[in-house]
């Protein structure tokens, strides 16, 4: 069966410090994926996404993703995290010849001061 | 408000009742998403239309959850003979485009179904 799995439901760390979500996927067929953000009391957002060529994606707020195939893995990671990026964090992939989306349980970051 | 609206935002029902959640797309995108969110797990996909059509369905759970997008735009979730298993976060997102070219999925601030 086709999957998301975010190894770590909270993740709490120090304000500046580094930070990584993990994010493997199962899957047969090729796919996109991504990482979603959602902020207290707000909607999802995509925060950045992998669809071909560099396996190295940016957000435009220092988040980072890499996309290992061999691995089958999506790591969502931040040199130095502030206290405005405590949020709820879903990683997802889509099968590319749908248009479903498949969400992992997602993985709480509390930064704390 | 250029987003993504659904209506309500919160809605308590009976045991049995029926409910409808409404969605209102972005103005001009063809595709749009319907999503159930329990507590604490990620959203999980229901069912999509592309326009009109309702192209993908696979992930209703049961009978009783039917959606619509007569006119495709406004599209409403219903609900039927509610069961508390069917409490939950109703997410609805549209995109601009339809084909399988990836398009962004932009996702409204869901309705919090309750069922006592």
């Known amino acids: 069966a086709q999957s998301v799995t975010q190894l770590d439901s909270q993740v709490p760390v120090f304000e500046e410090a580094p930070v990584e979500l993990r994010c493997n996927y199962s899957s047969s067929v090729s796919v996109y994926l991504f990482w979603y953000v959602q902020y207290p009391n707000q909607g999802l957002q995509l925060l950045l996404k992998y669809l071909s060529g560099s396996t190295l994606v940016e957000s435009i707020n220092g988040f980072e993703a890499e996309f290992n195939k061999s691995q089958t893995s999506f790591h969502l990671r931040k040199p130095s995290v502030h206290i405005s990026d405590t949020a709820e964090y879903f990683c997802a992939y889509m099968d590319t010849g749908r248009r479903a989306l498949t969400f992992g349980s997602g993985t709480r970051l509390q930064v704390q001061p | 408000g250029a987003g993504v609206s659904q209506s309500p935002r919160y809605k308590v029902a009976k045991r049995g009742q029926d409910v409808a959640l409404r969605c209102d797309p972005i103005?001009?995108?063809?595709?749009l998403f319907w999503y159930q969110q329990a507590l604490g797990q990620g959203p999980e996909f229901l069912t999509y239309f592309q326009n009109e059509a309702q192209l993908d369905k696979s992930g209703l759970p049961s009978d009783r959850f039917f959606a619509e997008r007569p006119e495709g735009s406004v599209s409403t979730l219903k609900i039927q003979r509610t069961q508390q298993e069917d409490s939950a976060v109703y997410l609805c997102a549209s995109s601009l485009a339809g084909g399988t070219s990836y398009n962004e999925q932009f996702f409204g601030p869901g309705t919090r179904l309750t069922v006592l």
């Open positions: 103005s001009g995108h063809v595709s």
